[in-house]
């Protein structure tokens, strides 16, 4: 386990070059938080500049860097400015709103392409080849954007999905058949929407890789002693498949805080998208660089995970330790 | 054309195993023209017997060997013939009814032991789950039926090379996992396509050895495909010999061997370098070969489809096309030759 | 300091006299939910700077004195009476007695001496300190008894009562400690618990979610009646859920959703009217607001061999007729139209016609005319070159570009407008859509801009509020910033009105002073005006007592006083 | 066993190479890194104009002995010397000037083809890298080597999977061949072929030798194609040189047990009555 | 040859889609920035082949007029205005090369001939759609040459050298991905001068995303050459005597094509795309300038999204063009 020592101080090293690196960004971008206040007429010149020093906006990069580095120590993450409190706990909040949607929706994606692109794979059935070829096109071309506002338009003109938020006002109220309903109700549209978005990706992947396995030899032994199709398929063929879309499965873990960007912005999802953004625009740079490691974690917890997954699902990997 | 003059096919004797019929095969290339790569392949088997094929490269071994069993690729088409197997004719079977047959009562090992496993299943599962989809035993019966098996191909340690992967074990462990895989459900009929070819000299023996000896005790019927004459003289009770999709000989492996018929098969003897023709330096004696190449399978000569190569070739032999008729005890030839 | 002698306060008190107020009388129950744009950033009036923020706390806070939304006149508040001295310098403020705030604790003249310190100390950095500072000074707080407080302005303001209106009232004994420990700009934040977070205002907070939404719940100790005598306000809770997006707020507004919506866009404003028909709610257009939005070019003095262009350049911009000409060009018609699709109004003065009591109403629109632009460029010695394009004196050909903010899409396309309108005049204008601290950067630090479009206004009413932009040594004076002396002779009559304007409490004196400010603006535009944005609202039908106004907050001004005229069918 | 010493007195050989040895480091992600030896201390002699058999079981490290040969590997340790200068210590010109002068048949013709490359094309390319002649003079010389193997001018456009198995490894042979090298090192180069194929590669084989004095490293598991075509065999285990003798020698009267297990394995045809067929 | 054949699918198609796009001004009937202002969001324009008689006659329109309610259009019958080929309109240069007023459709005044209706300014929506094309697609060319170009320098470096050189490109390959770029380009704008065009800020942007998203396709490159480099036929190139440079370029590089060109037919419509999100930060293509993301954007009004359905337009082009690219993609 040496290895996992190993990967974790890289992480953390790439942790620390993200931060200095994201740092130093946010100093070439013009104009800092304060600045939207000097269109304010009620708050003096001299008002912006004692905030800024208060919140030492006025030290030198390096300095920032190194109060900031002890916030992380102590847990804080930084200090936001719009919202004064600690980076911390106002990310984790949409942070976990976020992994929801996105979790879901990947899980859901996975649970569909996997089954399906499986199936497709092994379908000799030209029409099956050919809705299945284009339909995945067709999902692939539209662009998350338009889909989440296919989606929002769906929502206004039916009046059947509820647009934004997670839960009912009225949710604690509820019995529990009602909250599950209510969750469901919330949960539908951004997450078939944010399905449908990465949907798509997954069963090309799946669809490539099992058309590979299923093109080796060892399947056509396995034929040849009589094994099922679907035994075929799902028992022998995935697992050897499974290799490839390991790795993509790290990537879409890695990529769970960030994937949902559009889709939380128009579907008004609580989640850590529009706050990224806002804090882009706003220059309340802790909560960028707060959201950006907290992606970098993710990726980096992606990538092992898909190694560790990897290790667990290729023999021929495990065994030789 | 018609089933009587079936090469290889034995009047009298009881009813075969395995009875091939006018089997013909056609694949669909790339461009989409077809190629007829096997015709009019018909053969017996018996119980308890050993039927080697030898032939050319590409002549149409496997894929005859591919379509007993209903495991052609994709592109691969049957066009003509009956394969009956204790009575059924499997080109009928619908493909559930297919799979209950393959692995069962009939199974197939290929020429690679190193792709026919599973990369991801230890071998011992490989061999149980053939078990478990015929049988539905119970999962701890299907373990020990299996682990029964290992050791039968000659495992001493069977527990150790249950849990094993493929990769952990060498070329002749995998084969001798898939070969008991194949007979872990008792089959009647093995066939085997050259699954020697790609082991080095002492493993090939001692999977040969197995083979045999497995034969013996289960009174397993075997169809074994290769292109190593010496292996095949060693092995099998009757012999085919195969040349540009066709079934061009056949007889005891005796018969074959020593006293062959068809020209193709006397060219192709003359080419196994024997001890006799060794020598030092230079001056080493040439090797014999056949002259020019196979003929293309998308456009097969009107003829006999060796009368290009042939060196007894007849006048007629490039215009009429050659019937399979008896020859020596119980064989057959496709050649004018023997035409009168 | 004032803390020392701290928690001298007597006994209980009952409430003495409440405020009654004159509405119809409602009755109770209810709950009203209502969007805001963006998550309220905290929940602490002393560093509370944004809208949203804004609006939640003054639904759970009150202030001493506060302007009527609908007749922008002051009245009581949390203050029963008050007196004004002869120079308008002294205030005496006579409290409520009796009044709680929304634990139970009584409020007395300590809180609102304690409240002052807050806002007042340098230390703090609030927002709010910069009322309260008057002509570098700050104003003067003093206890008399437990319930009368007086205020000495430094300098005499005319309408200084009106500053009371932004200052809410603290809870002395919640926020003490964490003053003490120099933590009260993070007190009160979005991670503190409910209960702590105490003020005087109709409601208080229940509950917080963040990212989702914030519940307020009738505050039990509120300190107004109605005329039957049922203690306000009428609804048990009101809900602010957050919605980014200015679409999904129509949306959940026709969806049911919410109840109460206000700053529609005049699309979406036209797209509920379209279905307003058809379903239970009111809309209404309360005509134009406080917002001006105007034109400005960079009249800076700027160094630097960088800037030598934009030297070049303003030799136009400082042309009076060259920024007449291009007054005269626009189609502000047109931008009605198109940007407002008929929703706003085209200005003549910087003060909009929402703002009835200032407006010089003797100033009017001026129509579009190419013509006029014309010979005002002739005039000036400009011409047209043979591609039509306009040159100046010297043969440059006259180009500029325009950057305004990205996030604002009517800017952008008022910008749009006027680059095509400007081109009948031969000119070439870039539109620069730019991020918005970017825009403030260049705008208000490096003068590194030709011209922009922006817009002013929200809070007070009163022409004091204007000073910060009128004032040549103002910082929203932002077509020329930095000024010791006024650079222009009608900058500095203006500065002088202005000036003399705040010493007048003659408020007929006044008026006549800000009249002759808004013609020397329009007459030598420095800010080329636009258009006022209409002020768009819209309630559920069976909201009543609904009052909608032009003033922050326009609909929830008042909202102690709505009530659900009959129980929602739920 | 043979020794080292008894080869040092070999003073003509063309190429000769001491105490290879060469190990591999397998990693996997997660255990620690898998070393294989797969040469340990091997030594090998080639005369010119005589053919050296490398016989052993699979994993023996008979192709990695033929990589270290063909300088496509740097051994961890030993010398190779070729005409008597080290190359393992040589400088880069040499290296390559040397590389020249010996050449491969790759054991698994699938993977030693560019399957973008026409049949010309790839014969010709060793020409194009050394680079005297032009497009056209290269495509005559391509075109001459391929006739040389039995390939038809016709198939000169034909991308290897166009060709059959036995085609793609006489093309890899065509190519070896056209820079006419000294030393022709054949990695189980006839293994995938069938018997009439191989027959005649062997014979050409054969010519190549009698008339450029052309030298084999023939690696090969067919003991009966080595007996045949070989002077000298090697017999490799486990990376180690087990026995070393003439083709007679290890035939007749093989000494290691290894070998005797590999002699015995090997099925031969009672050619009694073949003869007469 | 049935590859050919269905790669031709999607060569034919884009090949027809740029030429439209380029020579945007002779297929457009109007200039993308003439502002109709008394046309504001009108719905395309319906053509008619029947008179109010029902008598046939050629292709002709009516003009449009805002109807009663102020809010919509309706059409003034009186007058049909036909359509015509080749007519004089607003003159241009074709190519930048020949100075011309021939568009290929117009229609008599005082009608306008507005196939997809118009936008929020009452200009041409097809003509914006044609000259947007001509940005976006460039733009989108522009970006994927410049991530592949540089993924294709170092992922074949790291791949085909391995040890230290790989690590630090794939290390920073890591760090690349992790990284908030908008911050960089939020930056790199405030450094461009205000006074070039809106058309090159935007391209210098671009061209920053693009050298920025070096880094996935460095990754996969990199994949195929470390396969590529274990081939025994570049180890028999070797042999021949050959060195590095001719082996990568000859043998390993035409090994990753096919990675490539997936990529590419992927990348295109991913920077395509990256202009609405650029919109949104204030980077994208400014006014009156049309591209198909600014055009795009606009959707994410709600009035635009629910009211005025041919402003999905854009949308519709984006999907055809990005299906085109996936066959090729798929194909290539
Ligand atoms: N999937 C396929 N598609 C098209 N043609 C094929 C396919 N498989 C085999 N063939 C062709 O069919 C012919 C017979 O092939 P087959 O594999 O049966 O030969 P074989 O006798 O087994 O040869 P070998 O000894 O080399 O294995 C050959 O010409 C071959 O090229
Ligand atoms: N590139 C490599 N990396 C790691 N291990 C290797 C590599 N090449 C060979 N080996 C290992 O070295 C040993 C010798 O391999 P080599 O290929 O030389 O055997 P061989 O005698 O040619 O076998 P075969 O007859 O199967 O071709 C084997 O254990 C093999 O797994
Ligand atoms: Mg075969
Ligand atoms: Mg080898």
Redesign the pocket.
């Given at each position: 386990m040496r290895w996992i020592a190993r990967r974790l101080l890289h992480g953390l090293l790439l942790l620390l070059g993200v931060s200095v690196l994201t740092f130093a960004f946010t100093e070439i971008a013009p104009g800092d938080y304060f600045d939207e206040m000097r269109l304010d007429p009620r708050i003096s010149a001299e008002t912006v500049e004692a905030l800024r020093s208060r919140y030492g906006l006025d030290r030198p990069l390096h300095e920032r860097y190194l109060r900031w580095l002890g916030s992380v120590l102590r847990g804080e993450f930084g200090h936001s400015f719009a919202y004064h409190t600690s980076v911390g706990s106002l990310l984790w909040v949409r942070a976990r709103n976020t992994l929801l949607l996105t979790g879901l929706a990947t899980g859901l994606a996975w649970l569909i392409a996997v089954p399906l692109g499986a199936w497709a794979a092994a379908s000799k059935r030209r029409w099956v080849r050919a809705l299945f070829g284009g339909g995945t096109s067709l999902l692939l071309a539209i662009p998350d954007i338009l889909l989440a506002l296919l989606f929002l338009l769906l929502a206004v003109r039916t009046g059947w999905f509820p647009v934004g938020g997670m839960a009912s006002l009225d949710y604690p109220s509820f019995d529990a058949w009602g909250k599950v309903k209510d969750l469901v109700h919330h949960f539908a549209l951004p997450v078939t929407a944010m399905t449908l978005a990465t949907l798509p990706v997954l069963v090309r992947h799946v669809h490539a890789s099992m058309s590979e396995v299923l093109r080796s030899p060892f399947l056509l032994s396995a034929r040849g002693f009589g094994i099922p199709p679907r035994r075929l398929l799902f028992r022998y063929a995935l697992p050897v498949a499974a290799n490839p879309l390991i790795s993509l499965f790290g990537h879409s873990v890695g990529s769970l805080l960030s994937a949902s960007l559009l889709i939380e912005v128009v579907l008004s999802w609580p989640g850590i998208g529009p706050l990224l953004l806002e804090s882009i625009l706003a220059r309340d740079v802790h909560v960028v660089i707060g959201a950006v490691l907290m992606s970098t974690v993710l990726l980096i917890v992606g990538n092992l995970l898909a190694d560790v997954l990897l290790y667990a699902a290729d023999p021929r990997i495990r065994v030789e330790s | 054309m018609s089933s009587h003059a079936a090469c290889g096919a034995r009047e009298g004797e009881p009813e075969a195993l395995l009875q091939v019929r006018d089997l013909a095969v056609h694949y669909v290339g790339a461009g989409g023209e077809e190629a007829a790569v096997l015709e009019e392949a018909s053969f017996d088997l018996a119980v308890g017997e050993t039927l080697g094929v030898l032939g050319e490269s590409g002549g149409g071994k496997s894929t005859l060997a591919l379509a007993v069993l209903g495991l052609l690729p994709p592109n691969g088409r049957v066009t003509a013939g009956r394969v009956s197997f204790h009575g059924r004719d499997l080109l009928r079977l619908s493909r559930r009814d297919l799979d209950q047959v393959r692995g069962d009562e009939a199974s197939m090992i290929f020429q690679e032991p190193g792709v026919s496993l599973n990369p991801c299943m230890r071998a011992g599962d490989q061999v149980a789950d053939v078990a478990r989809v015929h049988r539905r035993w119970p999962a701890k019966r299907c373990r020990e039926e299996a682990r029964a098996m290992l050791e039968l191909v000659g495992f001493d340690d069977s527990d150790g090379v249950f849990g094993a992967y493929p990769h952990q074990l060498s070329?002749g462990q995998k084969q001798r996992v898939v070969i008991a895989q194949a007979l872990v459900c008792r089959p009647a009929l093995l066939i085997a396509d050259e699954p020697t070819a790609s082991l080095?000299a002492t493993t090939q023996a001692e999977i040969v050895a197995l083979l045999r000896d497995l034969r013996q005790r289960l009174g397993l019927a075997m169809l074994f495909v290769s292109h190593d004459v010496a292996l095949l003289h060693s092995l099998v009770d009757r012999m085919i010999v195969m040349y540009a999709g066709q079934i061009v000989e056949s007889g005891s492996r005796d018969q074959v061997v020593l006293k062959p018929s068809h020209p193709y098969t006397r060219e192709l003897l003359r080419c196994v370098p024997g001890g006799a023709e060794k020598g030092v330096g230079p001056g080493r004696p040439r090797l014999p070969t056949i002259l020019g190449s196979p003929p293309d399978p998308a456009r097969w000569p009107p003829g006999c489809r060796f009368e290009p190569r042939c060196p007894d070739r007849l006048e007629s032999c490039g215009a009429r096309r050659p019937e399979p008729r008896p020859a020596g005890d119980a064989g057959t030839v496709r050649c004018l030759l023997y035409d009168d | 300091s004032t803390l020392a002698q701290s928690d001298g306060a007597a006994g209980e008190v009952t409430l003495e006299d409440p405020l009654i107020t004159n509405h119809r009388v409602g009755r109770k129950g209810g709950r009203l939910v209502t969007a805001l744009r963006a998550e309220p950033s905290t929940f602490n009036p002393v560093v509370a700077l944004n809208i949203p923020s804004q609006t939640v706390i003054r639904r759970m806070t009150a202030n001493l004195i506060r302007i009527n939304r609908k007749t922008q006149e002051t009245e009581a508040a949390l203050a029963k009476t008050w007196d004004t001295s002869s120079d308008g310098r002294r205030f005496t403020i006579y409290l409520r007695r009796g009044v709680r705030f929304s634990d139970g604790h009584q409020f007395d003249a300590d809180d609102v001496v304690f409240s002052f310190e807050l806002y007042l100390n340098p230390e703090v950095a609030s927002p709010i300190r910069d009322l309260l500072v008057i002509g570098d000074k700050p104003v003067r707080v003093k206890k008399i008894d437990r319930f009368t407080i007086e205020f000495e302005l430094p300098e005499p303001l005319a309408a200084g009562e009106r500053l009371f209106d932004g200052i809410a009232m603290l809870p002395k004994h919640i926020l003490k400690d964490s003053y003490i420990r120099g933590e009260i700009g993070s007190a009160w934040s979005l991670d503190t618990a409910e209960k702590e977070i105490v003020g005087l205002g109709p409601f208080r907070m229940k509950e917080y979610l963040p990212g989702s939404r914030c519940v307020l719940e009738r505050n039990p100790h509120y300190w107004k009646y109605d005329q039957e005598g049922n203690r306000l306000p009428y609804l048990d809770e009101l809900v602010f859920v957050f919605v980014p997006d200015q679409s999904a707020h129509v949306i959940r507004f026709q969806a049911g959703d919410t109840d109460i919506i206000d700053r529609v866009s005049s699309e979406n404003f036209l797209i509920l009217k379209r279905q307003s028909r058809r379903s239970a709610y009111r809309l209404r257009d309360l005509g134009p607001g406080t917002i001006y939005s105007f034109l400005f070019f960079n009249l800076n003095v700027t160094s630097g061999k960088d800037r030598q262009s934009l030297r070049d350049k303003q030799s136009w911009f400082r042309d009076l007729s060259f920024r007449k000409a291009v007054s005269a060009a626009i189609d502000r018609q047109g931008v009605v139209k198109l940007a407002y699709r008929g929703l706003a109004s085209p200005l003549a003065s910087h003060v909009t016609p929402g703002v009835a009591r200032w407006v010089n109403s003797e100033l009017s629109v001026q129509p579009r005319s190419i013509a006029v632009a014309r010979d005002l460029l002739r005039q000036a010695g400009f011409r047209w070159n043979r591609a039509q394009k306009l040159v100046d004196k010297n043969g440059a050909v006259v180009e500029f570009s325009i950057i305004t903010s990205s996030s604002n899409s009517q800017r952008l396309q008022m910008a749009t407008i006027i680059q095509a309108d400007l081109k009948e005049l031969g000119m070439t204008v870039h539109v620069v859509p730019i991020e918005h601290r970017a825009l403030i950067e260049r705008i208000t630090r490096e003068y590194d801009f030709e011209a922009s479009i922006m817009a002013f206004g929200g809070g007070d009413t009163d022409p004091n509020a204007q000073q910060t932009m009128l004032l040549s040594s103002g910082y929203l004076h932002f077509w020329h910033l930095g000024q010791t002396q006024p650079s222009t002779v009608w900058e500095a009559e203006i500065d002088r009105l202005m000036k003399e304007q705040v010493r007048t409490i003659d408020p007929v004196r006044r008026k006549q002073l800000f009249d002759s400010v808004q013609e020397l603006m329009a007459e030598n535009l420095p800010l080329i005006l636009l258009v006022s944005p209409h002020i768009l609202v819209g309630a559920r039908g069976e909201i009543d007592n609904f009052n909608p106004a032009v003033l922050e907050h326009p609909t929830l001004w008042n909202v102690e006083e709505l009530f659900w005229s009959q129980q929602r069918s739920e | 066993m043979t020794t080292e010493a008894e080869l040092d007195d070999v003073s003509e050989s063309l190429l000769s190479a001491r105490g290879l040895r060469?190990r591999?480091?397998?990693r996997g992600g997660w255990s620690k890194p898998l070393a294989?030896?797969?040469?340990d201390g091997v030594a090998v002699e080639v005369v010119s104009g005589s053919t050296v058999a490398v016989v052993?079981?699979?994993?023996?490290?008979?192709?990695?002995?033929?990589?270290c040969l063909a300088l496509l590997?740097r051994p961890d340790s030993g010398s190779i010397r070729f005409r008597g200068d080290d190359l393992l210590a040589a400088n880069r010109r040499s290296v390559t000037a040397a590389r020249r002068r010996i050449q491969m048949i790759f054991?698994d013709p699938a993977s030693a083809l560019d399957p973008r490359w026409t049949a010309a094309e790839i014969v010709g390319e060793p020409l194009r890298i050394r680079g005297r002649e032009r497009a056209r003079e290269r495509r005559r010389q391509a075109l001459g080597a391929m006739e040389q193997v039995g390939l038809l001018a016709r198939w000169a456009d034909r991308r290897p999977r166009e060709l059959s198995g036995g085609q793609r490894q006489r093309l890899a042979i065509a190519r070896a061949l056209i820079l006419e090298p000294e030393i022709l090192i054949l990695?189980?180069a006839l293994s995938a072929l069938d018997l009439s194929v191989q027959a005649r590669i062997v014979n050409l084989l054969l010519d190549l030798q009698a008339s450029r004095d052309l030298a084999y490293v023939f690696?090969s598991?067919e003991l009966s194609m080595v007996r045949y075509l070989a002077d000298e065999v090697v017999v490799?285990q486990t990376?180690k040189v087990v026995e070393r003798d003439t083709v007679a020698g290890v035939f007749n009267e093989p000494r290691h047990p290894h070998t005797r297990e590999l002699l015995a394995a090997t099925p031969v045809l009672e050619r009694a009555a073949a003869g007469g067929g | 040859m049935r590859r050919r054949r269905k790669i031709l699918w999607a060569v034919v198609p884009l090949a027809a889609l740029h030429g439209l796009v380029l020579l945007a001004e002779f297929f457009a009937p109007y200039h993308y920035a003439t502002q109709n202002r008394m046309l504001p969001y009108a719905p395309p324009t319906p053509v008619h082949f029947f008179d109010q008689e029902g008598r046939f006659h050629r292709p002709f329109v009516y003009e449009l007029v805002p109807d009663e309610t102020g809010m919509g259009y309706r059409e003034d019958l009186t007058r049909p205005c036909s359509i015509r080929f080749f007519v004089k309109g607003e003159p241009y240069r074709l190519l930048g090369l020949f100075s011309t007023d021939r568009h290929l459709l117009g229609v008599d005044e005082p009608a306008r001939l507005l196939l997809l209706g118009t936008d929020g300014f009452g200009r041409d929506q097809l003509s914006r759609l044609l000259h947007g094309g001509r940005i976006s697609l460039f733009a989108g060319f522009l970006a994927a040459a410049l991530s592949l170009g540089i993924g294709l320098a170092l992922g074949s470096l790291a791949g085909f050298y391995g040890r230290w050189i790989d690590a630090v490109i794939m290390r920073g390959a890591e760090l690349f991905m992790a990284l908030p770029w908008l911050y960089l380009l939020l930056g790199a704008r405030a450094f461009l001068p205000l006074s070039i065009s809106p058309v090159q800020t935007f391209l210098l942007l671009v061209s920053l995303i693009g050298t920025i998203g070096w880094a996935r396709p460095a990754r996969l490159i990199r994949g195929v050459v470390l396969s590529a480099r274990?081939r025994d036929y570049v180890l028999a190139a070797k042999g021949f005597g050959a060195g590095d440079s001719y082996l990568l370029g000859r043998h390993v590089l035409p090994q990753t094509l096919g990675v490539v060109y997936t990529q590419a037919a992927l990348l295109i419509p991913l920077y395509i795309l990256a202009e609405v999100t650029l919109s949104f930060l204030g980077l994208g293509v400014a006014e009156p300038e049309p591209s198909w993301g600014n055009m795009l954007g606009e959707l994410q009004k709600y009035h635009v999204l629910t009211s005025y359905w041919w402003m999905f337009s854009p949308g519709l082009v984006l999907v055809v063009v990005f299906i085109v690219y996936h066959h090729l993609a798929r194909k290539l």
């Amino acid at each position: 386990m040496r290895w996992i020592a190993r990967r974790l101080l890289h992480g953390l090293l790439l942790l620390l070059g993200v931060s200095v690196l994201t740092f130093a960004f946010t100093e070439i971008a013009p104009g800092d938080y304060f600045d939207e206040m000097r269109l304010d007429p009620r708050i003096s010149a001299e008002t912006v500049e004692a905030l800024r020093s208060r919140y030492g906006l006025d030290r030198p990069l390096h300095e920032r860097y190194l109060r900031w580095l002890g916030s992380v120590l102590r847990g804080e993450f930084g200090h936001s400015f719009a919202y004064h409190t600690s980076v911390g706990s106002l990310l984790w909040v949409r942070a976990r709103n976020t992994l929801l949607l996105t979790g879901l929706a990947t899980g859901l994606a996975w649970l569909i392409a996997v089954p399906l692109g499986a199936w497709a794979a092994a379908s000799k059935r030209r029409w099956v080849r050919a809705l299945f070829g284009g339909g995945t096109s067709l999902l692939l071309a539209i662009p998350d954007i338009l889909l989440a506002l296919l989606f929002l338009l769906l929502a206004v003109r039916t009046g059947w999905f509820p647009v934004g938020g997670m839960a009912s006002l009225d949710y604690p109220s509820f019995d529990a058949w009602g909250k599950v309903k209510d969750l469901v109700h919330h949960f539908a549209l951004p997450v078939t929407a944010m399905t449908l978005a990465t949907l798509p990706v997954l069963v090309r992947h799946v669809h490539a890789s099992m058309s590979e396995v299923l093109r080796s030899p060892f399947l056509l032994s396995a034929r040849g002693f009589g094994i099922p199709p679907r035994r075929l398929l799902f028992r022998y063929a995935l697992p050897v498949a499974a290799n490839p879309l390991i790795s993509l499965f790290g990537h879409s873990v890695g990529s769970l805080l960030s994937a949902s960007l559009l889709i939380e912005v128009v579907l008004s999802w609580p989640g850590i998208g529009p706050l990224l953004l806002e804090s882009i625009l706003a220059r309340d740079v802790h909560v960028v660089i707060g959201a950006v490691l907290m992606s970098t974690v993710l990726l980096i917890v992606g990538n092992l995970l898909a190694d560790v997954l990897l290790y667990a699902a290729d023999p021929r990997i495990r065994v030789e330790s | 054309m018609s089933s009587h003059a079936a090469c290889g096919a034995r009047e009298g004797e009881p009813e075969a195993l395995l009875q091939v019929r006018d089997l013909a095969v056609h694949y669909v290339g790339a461009g989409g023209e077809e190629a007829a790569v096997l015709e009019e392949a018909s053969f017996d088997l018996a119980v308890g017997e050993t039927l080697g094929v030898l032939g050319e490269s590409g002549g149409g071994k496997s894929t005859l060997a591919l379509a007993v069993l209903g495991l052609l690729p994709p592109n691969g088409r049957v066009t003509a013939g009956r394969v009956s197997f204790h009575g059924r004719d499997l080109l009928r079977l619908s493909r559930r009814d297919l799979d209950q047959v393959r692995g069962d009562e009939a199974s197939m090992i290929f020429q690679e032991p190193g792709v026919s496993l599973n990369p991801c299943m230890r071998a011992g599962d490989q061999v149980a789950d053939v078990a478990r989809v015929h049988r539905r035993w119970p999962a701890k019966r299907c373990r020990e039926e299996a682990r029964a098996m290992l050791e039968l191909v000659g495992f001493d340690d069977s527990d150790g090379v249950f849990g094993a992967y493929p990769h952990q074990l060498s070329g002749g462990q995998k084969q001798r996992v898939v070969i008991a895989q194949a007979l872990v459900c008792r089959p009647a009929l093995l066939i085997a396509d050259e699954p020697t070819a790609s082991l080095d000299a002492t493993t090939q023996a001692e999977i040969v050895a197995l083979l045999r000896d497995l034969r013996q005790r289960l009174g397993l019927a075997m169809l074994f495909v290769s292109h190593d004459v010496a292996l095949l003289h060693s092995l099998v009770d009757r012999m085919i010999v195969m040349y540009a999709g066709q079934i061009v000989e056949s007889g005891s492996r005796d018969q074959v061997v020593l006293k062959p018929s068809h020209p193709y098969t006397r060219e192709l003897l003359r080419c196994v370098p024997g001890g006799a023709e060794k020598g030092v330096g230079p001056g080493r004696p040439r090797l014999p070969t056949i002259l020019g190449s196979p003929p293309d399978p998308a456009r097969w000569p009107p003829g006999c489809r060796f009368e290009p190569r042939c060196p007894d070739r007849l006048e007629s032999c490039g215009a009429r096309r050659p019937e399979p008729r008896p020859a020596g005890d119980a064989g057959t030839v496709r050649c004018l030759l023997y035409d009168d | 300091s004032t803390l020392a002698q701290s928690d001298g306060a007597a006994g209980e008190v009952t409430l003495e006299d409440p405020l009654i107020t004159n509405h119809r009388v409602g009755r109770k129950g209810g709950r009203l939910v209502t969007a805001l744009r963006a998550e309220p950033s905290t929940f602490n009036p002393v560093v509370a700077l944004n809208i949203p923020s804004q609006t939640v706390i003054r639904r759970m806070t009150a202030n001493l004195i506060r302007i009527n939304r609908k007749t922008q006149e002051t009245e009581a508040a949390l203050a029963k009476t008050w007196d004004t001295s002869s120079d308008g310098r002294r205030f005496t403020i006579y409290l409520r007695r009796g009044v709680r705030f929304s634990d139970g604790h009584q409020f007395d003249a300590d809180d609102v001496v304690f409240s002052f310190e807050l806002y007042l100390n340098p230390e703090v950095a609030s927002p709010i300190r910069d009322l309260l500072v008057i002509g570098d000074k700050p104003v003067r707080v003093k206890k008399i008894d437990r319930f009368t407080i007086e205020f000495e302005l430094p300098e005499p303001l005319a309408a200084g009562e009106r500053l009371f209106d932004g200052i809410a009232m603290l809870p002395k004994h919640i926020l003490k400690d964490s003053y003490i420990r120099g933590e009260i700009g993070s007190a009160w934040s979005l991670d503190t618990a409910e209960k702590e977070i105490v003020g005087l205002g109709p409601f208080r907070m229940k509950e917080y979610l963040p990212g989702s939404r914030c519940v307020l719940e009738r505050n039990p100790h509120y300190w107004k009646y109605d005329q039957e005598g049922n203690r306000l306000p009428y609804l048990d809770e009101l809900v602010f859920v957050f919605v980014p997006d200015q679409s999904a707020h129509v949306i959940r507004f026709q969806a049911g959703d919410t109840d109460i919506i206000d700053r529609v866009s005049s699309e979406n404003f036209l797209i509920l009217k379209r279905q307003s028909r058809r379903s239970a709610y009111r809309l209404r257009d309360l005509g134009p607001g406080t917002i001006y939005s105007f034109l400005f070019f960079n009249l800076n003095v700027t160094s630097g061999k960088d800037r030598q262009s934009l030297r070049d350049k303003q030799s136009w911009f400082r042309d009076l007729s060259f920024r007449k000409a291009v007054s005269a060009a626009i189609d502000r018609q047109g931008v009605v139209k198109l940007a407002y699709r008929g929703l706003a109004s085209p200005l003549a003065s910087h003060v909009t016609p929402g703002v009835a009591r200032w407006v010089n109403s003797e100033l009017s629109v001026q129509p579009r005319s190419i013509a006029v632009a014309r010979d005002l460029l002739r005039q000036a010695g400009f011409r047209w070159n043979r591609a039509q394009k306009l040159v100046d004196k010297n043969g440059a050909v006259v180009e500029f570009s325009i950057i305004t903010s990205s996030s604002n899409s009517q800017r952008l396309q008022m910008a749009t407008i006027i680059q095509a309108d400007l081109k009948e005049l031969g000119m070439t204008v870039h539109v620069v859509p730019i991020e918005h601290r970017a825009l403030i950067e260049r705008i208000t630090r490096e003068y590194d801009f030709e011209a922009s479009i922006m817009a002013f206004g929200g809070g007070d009413t009163d022409p004091n509020a204007q000073q910060t932009m009128l004032l040549s040594s103002g910082y929203l004076h932002f077509w020329h910033l930095g000024q010791t002396q006024p650079s222009t002779v009608w900058e500095a009559e203006i500065d002088r009105l202005m000036k003399e304007q705040v010493r007048t409490i003659d408020p007929v004196r006044r008026k006549q002073l800000f009249d002759s400010v808004q013609e020397l603006m329009a007459e030598n535009l420095p800010l080329i005006l636009l258009v006022s944005p209409h002020i768009l609202v819209g309630a559920r039908g069976e909201i009543d007592n609904f009052n909608p106004a032009v003033l922050e907050h326009p609909t929830l001004w008042n909202v102690e006083e709505l009530f659900w005229s009959q129980q929602r069918s739920e | 066993m043979t020794t080292e010493a008894e080869l040092d007195d070999v003073s003509e050989s063309l190429l000769s190479a001491r105490g290879l040895r060469k190990r591999y480091t397998r990693r996997g992600g997660w255990s620690k890194p898998l070393a294989v030896q797969a040469l340990d201390g091997v030594a090998v002699e080639v005369v010119s104009g005589s053919t050296v058999a490398v016989v052993g079981e699979s994993g023996s490290g008979k192709s990695t002995l033929a990589r270290c040969l063909a300088l496509l590997e740097r051994p961890d340790s030993g010398s190779i010397r070729f005409r008597g200068d080290d190359l393992l210590a040589a400088n880069r010109r040499s290296v390559t000037a040397a590389r020249r002068r010996i050449q491969m048949i790759f054991q698994d013709p699938a993977s030693a083809l560019d399957p973008r490359w026409t049949a010309a094309e790839i014969v010709g390319e060793p020409l194009r890298i050394r680079g005297r002649e032009r497009a056209r003079e290269r495509r005559r010389q391509a075109l001459g080597a391929m006739e040389q193997v039995g390939l038809l001018a016709r198939w000169a456009d034909r991308r290897p999977r166009e060709l059959s198995g036995g085609q793609r490894q006489r093309l890899a042979i065509a190519r070896a061949l056209i820079l006419e090298p000294e030393i022709l090192i054949l990695d189980e180069a006839l293994s995938a072929l069938d018997l009439s194929v191989q027959a005649r590669i062997v014979n050409l084989l054969l010519d190549l030798q009698a008339s450029r004095d052309l030298a084999y490293v023939f690696i090969s598991h067919e003991l009966s194609m080595v007996r045949y075509l070989a002077d000298e065999v090697v017999v490799l285990q486990t990376g180690k040189v087990v026995e070393r003798d003439t083709v007679a020698g290890v035939f007749n009267e093989p000494r290691h047990p290894h070998t005797r297990e590999l002699l015995a394995a090997t099925p031969v045809l009672e050619r009694a009555a073949a003869g007469g067929g | 040859m049935r590859r050919r054949r269905k790669i031709l699918w999607a060569v034919v198609p884009l090949a027809a889609l740029h030429g439209l796009v380029l020579l945007a001004e002779f297929f457009a009937p109007y200039h993308y920035a003439t502002q109709n202002r008394m046309l504001p969001y009108a719905p395309p324009t319906p053509v008619h082949f029947f008179d109010q008689e029902g008598r046939f006659h050629r292709p002709f329109v009516y003009e449009l007029v805002p109807d009663e309610t102020g809010m919509g259009y309706r059409e003034d019958l009186t007058r049909p205005c036909s359509i015509r080929f080749f007519v004089k309109g607003e003159p241009y240069r074709l190519l930048g090369l020949f100075s011309t007023d021939r568009h290929l459709l117009g229609v008599d005044e005082p009608a306008r001939l507005l196939l997809l209706g118009t936008d929020g300014f009452g200009r041409d929506q097809l003509s914006r759609l044609l000259h947007g094309g001509r940005i976006s697609l460039f733009a989108g060319f522009l970006a994927a040459a410049l991530s592949l170009g540089i993924g294709l320098a170092l992922g074949s470096l790291a791949g085909f050298y391995g040890r230290w050189i790989d690590a630090v490109i794939m290390r920073g390959a890591e760090l690349f991905m992790a990284l908030p770029w908008l911050y960089l380009l939020l930056g790199a704008r405030a450094f461009l001068p205000l006074s070039i065009s809106p058309v090159q800020t935007f391209l210098l942007l671009v061209s920053l995303i693009g050298t920025i998203g070096w880094a996935r396709p460095a990754r996969l490159i990199r994949g195929v050459v470390l396969s590529a480099r274990e081939r025994d036929y570049v180890l028999a190139a070797k042999g021949f005597g050959a060195g590095d440079s001719y082996l990568l370029g000859r043998h390993v590089l035409p090994q990753t094509l096919g990675v490539v060109y997936t990529q590419a037919a992927l990348l295109i419509p991913l920077y395509i795309l990256a202009e609405v999100t650029l919109s949104f930060l204030g980077l994208g293509v400014a006014e009156p300038e049309p591209s198909w993301g600014n055009m795009l954007g606009e959707l994410q009004k709600y009035h635009v999204l629910t009211s005025y359905w041919w402003m999905f337009s854009p949308g519709l082009v984006l999907v055809v063009v990005f299906i085109v690219y996936h066959h090729l993609a798929r194909k290539l």
